[in-house]
């Protein structure tokens, strides 16, 4: 197994893991949201004084996260159409999963991998979607 996987352009973890995993030819990605590096910004969402959710754009929270996946698959020395799986956790499914739906057909016209969506009723960041993925690697 080998060490773990950073990349110099998706946000920084918020505990201690890396970004990313290879096991022989799978990469492995830990969960990844839509956060910018550097800060705790997060693309498509208004906070409050008590950094609460006011109002989010889950549109842009999904384009957000899946550059941040992009940018550690191809850190870790894979792409995106090496993916294979994904969860999905989203934190409304009624509202936001058609926008979802929508973007990943965008996304994912050409590499199509499984797929499973979940809702949780939270993340531990407030955010609105978060990916755990999987993709091979030569």
């Not at 957000?64 to 996946?69: G, H, L, P, R």
């Not at 050409?110 to 809702?119: I, K, M, V």
Request: some cysteine; overall charge negative; proline content about 7%.
């Amino acid at each position: 197994m080998t060490d773990g996987i950073n990349s110099s352009k998706a946000p920084e973890p918020v505990g201690l893991y890396p970004h990313a995993k290879r096991v022989g030819t799978m990469l492995y990605l830990s969960g990844v949201g839509p956060r910018e590096r550097g800060t705790k910004k997060i693309p498509g969402v208004e906070l409050n004084d008590a950094g609460e959710i006011v109002s989010y754009d889950i549109e842009t929270q999904v384009r957000s996260v899946f550059q941040n996946v992009r940018w550690i698959l191809e850190d870790a020395g894979s792409s995106w159409d090496k993916i294979v799986d994904v969860t999905v956790f989203l934190t409304n499914m009624k509202d936001d999963f058609p926008t979802y739906n929508k973007l990943w057909a965008e996304y994912f016209a050409e590499n199509q991998p499984c797929r499973t969506t979940l809702e949780i009723n939270c993340l531990p960041t407030p955010i609105a979607i978060e990916l755990k993925v999987l993709a091979t690697i030569d």
